[in-house]
């Protein structure tokens, strides 16, 4: 699976952003996919996923109840709506995708096997 992630840019806090990830290669049915971010100078962290069936969806606590991921399967494309932005959602965010990961293991970066190139959000306050 080749992932392509696109949608980042400048916006002030309390904007919104709506980040796109493509797959190809294969069809997005049957696997999970979900975001991570890493800010300057941290660790790469868990932001949302979704479950291989796409019927159950987690959150990091920092963005619960603000961000939404979202697939469409007949376009091979995951989306992440991000609201009320804040200065430290400011991260370089990336797409990842896995056939075989478990529910239990989806905040997990070490369980996901297919990454994109990320694409950068920047929030100013």
């Known amino acids: 699976v080749q992932l392509q992630a696109s949608g980042g840019g400048v916006v002030q806090a309390g904007e919104s952003l709506r980040l796109t990830c493509v797959a190809s290669?294969?069809?997005?049915?049957?696997?999970?996919v979900g975001w991570f971010r890493q800010a300057p100078q941290k660790e790469r962290e868990f932001v949302a996923a979704t479950t291989r069936t796409g019927g159950g969806t987690i959150y990091s606590n920092s963005v619960k109840g603000r961000f939404t991921i979202s697939r469409d399967n007949a376009k091979n494309t995951v989306y992440l709506q991000m609201n009320s932005l804040k200065p430290e959602d400011t991260a370089v965010y990336y797409c990842?995708?896995?056939?075989?990961?478990?529910?239990?293991?989806?905040?997990?970066?070490?369980?996901?096997?297919?990454w994109g190139q990320g694409t950068l959000v920047t929030v100013s306050s």
């Open positions: 290669g294969r069809t997005l049915r049957g696997v999970a």
């Open positions: 990842a995708a896995d056939a075989s990961i478990i529910s239990s293991s989806l905040s997990n970066e070490n369980q996901w096997d297919y």
